[in-house]
């Protein structure tokens, strides 16, 4: 979800173009090979698109495609529900 989320520019914005090195400063907790293996799956299922151009050195480019796009509303969702049950969640002692 955190791939998704900075893809779409936040909750609210338009969708970015991101380079490989952009998501991994985006992202520290994730580690680079993670970071990999999710960026493939996500493309696999149809959901990120992968530029690469043939330049020195290689740039390779992520961003949402149609389908990926169409996540919002759900992405929406399930941030508002987590907002909402941390709000109903007791204090931890």
Do not use: N
């Not at 090195?21 to 493939?40: N, V």
């Not at 151009?53 to 941030?79: E, F, M, N, S, W």
């Amino acid at each position: 979800m955190a791939i998704l989320f900075h893809l779409f520019g936040g909750i609210d914005k338009k969708c970015r173009v991101m380079r490989f090195s952009e998501l991994e400063r985006a992202i520290p907790a994730i580690s680079q090979k993670m970071l990999i293996q999710q960026l493939r799956e996500l493309e696999r299922d149809g959901i990120v698109l992968r530029t690469i151009y043939p330049q020195i050195p290689p740039r390779v480019d992520y961003q949402l495609t149609k389908v990926g796009i169409a996540l919002r509303p759900a992405l929406r969702a399930l941030l508002a529900w987590a907002a909402l049950r941390k709000e109903a969640m007791p204090p931890s002692s």
